[in-house]
């Protein structure tokens, strides 16, 4: 596709990578058939292309972003299922990420955004302060439906209540631990713990490490790392991502070389995968496109060495993947591989390319479409009957959550199936 | 791209007219400024380019009706359009034209499988409607490389074709029944859930009219129940020449294949990239041949197509073993144009169709073209219909590469028309061979498919500006 830019605006080398990226698409519109926003909103403005276009024509007259051209981005879910469509290659990802960088840099959102985006970014990253803001939402929780109006804050404010959990999980963290290897340690990897997983779903940091040390694995979780800066680089908010992204660089290269880093929440897997490029002008580049090169999704890192001990009952697992997963890091076949080896009766829903509207703090930040996206993955899911819905990435589950069917992590059932326990999830599952 | 010129009188009232617009539609079905207009500006043919007026959604019949009312009413042009992939630019708008964008009537809203059809709203991909009917081993044949993103309402407009169509028909062939809005307004119903109607062949008129005699807002489709199995083979040769009189020789044997499709050594090389389907990367050009039936049906005409293609010293041959081979096989077919993106940034996309016989011929004098004009070209097409899609391959940065690509096409299209062909096969005339239709058409023949035009829509407010020579338009409006 033709692009205007000077050679002037050229020589800026972030402009000179959004150049290159546009020169690829030939805006076939190919992305437009499997962008869940396209499909919902049925409106050009609301998919990959027209989103590619709006980025070129902003870009090359070097303007403010406009209200217009934030509504469409913030729409975008970060899904990525463009890329998996698009046979040109063209990187979306890297494009889209520029854009909202000079959203951030250029436009100035309304006082109940702004305030809403700098709470969500002082809290979900920190497991403490979220542990607080949780329990204070599930005292607001049964009074969500109360809140009056239809404003787009209420409503957010609606979605992030419905979002907390109902029964609070204990406190887990993590920093500074090492669980050593049963039996004869044939490994040694970190594990990234995530943030908003030890608030909320400690047991899949649980069962990973318990799966992981019984494989003879041993299990490291520095002290210096956190939260993989996924949620404020979403926002744009580049310097702060950049900075989580130097800490746990610094902290996985720091001692003793690691197989592998293993990543159990496939949002932040996908970051990590892309340290390498975000710190490619960086003093630390090359730490951090090791850092890349070693990150691994726990499914990826199975695939070779799981065992399970025991025989499954017979229960019917839904596999829904994580947009991040399936599209981010094009892991496809590895998780269905893993619970089936486990003895599983696996099925799939229709569309699985279609994101369940999670995406981040998508489903807080845009309800109406995250609710529409939510309730058309849960009804694919169900139409295969499962006992459980399996998933590999905390957004989802916590969006799938709260319905007639458990949901549960994919390695919280593999870790059962080699004599871990049963997932809690799954009490009310008689099989 | 020459265009009619605007109507001042509509331009000086674009305000007023926006609002009329959101009077007749709900607020979310408008856009009229300028940055959310800009990505409607082109379609899959991105070369051209021209912002709207005004861009409409509408989201059922009603409002469709209103939206035509309303612009016959006031003397606006309209443009329909439906996923914006055409290749001949037919939805490129125009600069005093609303956009009528069908994108959300995508709604199935009847399967009979008893009787065979679907009836769908236009804005229905073409791969929804398969993918809605194949739990009961049913599929909609004609299949467009872009089948997953384009609708129902452009392959009518267009009457698309595909991979698929050497067994199958067009999209023509596989229509039962139509629902559209004339530009009056008015309602008119053609066909309906049973072959052939009495009298003259309507639905015939309006499939490849290109939207320029109504707006669609239903389509029944014929469905098929799908054959017991399929099996792609590759063959590979060692030039163009060699395997288009490969395709002569199985198509005149009296074999039809259900697709037989070739791609040359850019195009093997490009689609392997994205789809790791195993072509055969040392060959000069690829035959992708799919067969269809029982396993006895399959094995036996399988192993005739390869007696033939024996003749023909193939420097490989290999049979497709599974499933997932045959869907990375099409994968990669279907996947092609795109595909071409990543060796070029731009293509422009012909669409001539030349007899088989003159293959091997016409292939050769492209190449020589190619050399002539300096400019890459990749050959991705439908042999056994032999419907050419060559792709030639320019940079959008550089003016004079673009013209030069212009041209190159226009005297391939000349060619097609010299040896016996056509301009288009699938992709439509659009705005990109409007001015070629004189090579194909006398100036006599061109006045009588304007008056048809006419007929429908007397102020020629409906698409205009595309498919007809702008120079002998006033003559017949």
Redesign the interface.
Known sequence: ???NFTTKQLQNPEIAIANNIL????????????CPT?VTL????DSP??RI??IK?MLEHDRPA?E??VLHMDRCLSCLSCMT??????DYMHLVDHARVHINETYKRPLTDRLLRDVLAQILPYPKRMRAALNLARLGKPFASLLPGQSMLVKRLRAMLNLAPVKMPVAQSLGGTVHKAIGETKGRVALLAGCAQQAIGPSINTATIELLNRLGIEVVIPAAAGCCGALVHHMGRHEEALQAARRNVAAWSDGPEFDAIIVNTSGCGTVLKDYGFMLRDDAMAAKAAAVSAKSLDISEYLLKIYQPSQVAPAITVAYHAACSLQHGQKITSAPKTLLRKAGFNVVEPKDPHLCCGSAGTYNIMQPDIAASLRRRKLDSLKAKSPDVIAAGNIGCLTQLAGDNVPTVHMVELLNWMAGGNKPEALNGVNK | MLQSKPKLNVLEKRAEIIAGLKAVLPERAVIGDDVSLKPYETDGLSAYRQMPLAVVLPENEAQVVAVMKFCHLHGIRVIPRGAGTSLSGGALPLADAVVVGMMRMNQILDINYADRYAVVQPGVTNIAITQAVQDEQFFYAPDPSSQLACMIGGNVSMNSGGAHCLKYGVTANNLLGLRLVTIEGELLEIGGKHMDTAGYDWLGLITGSEGQLGVLTEVTVRILRGPEGARAMLAGFASNEVAGACVDAIISSGIIPVALEFMDKLAIHACEAFAHAGYPLDAEALLIIEVEGSDTEQTEMLARIRDICAVYNPVSMRVSQTAEESAAIWKGRKGAFGAVGRISPDYLCMDGTIPTSQLPNVLKRMQAMSDDYGLKVANIFHAGDGNLHPLIMFDANDVESFHKAEAFGADILKLCVEVGGCLTGEHGVGIEKRDLMSVQFTPAELDQQRRIKTAFDPDWLLNPSKVFPLSGLSAAA
């Open positions: 596709m033709q692009t020169r690829t698409c030939v805006h076939c519109g190919m992305c437009t058939a499997t396209f049925g409106d050009e403005l292309r027209g276009y709006l024509d406009s217009e051209e469509t698009c046979p040109s290659g063209v």
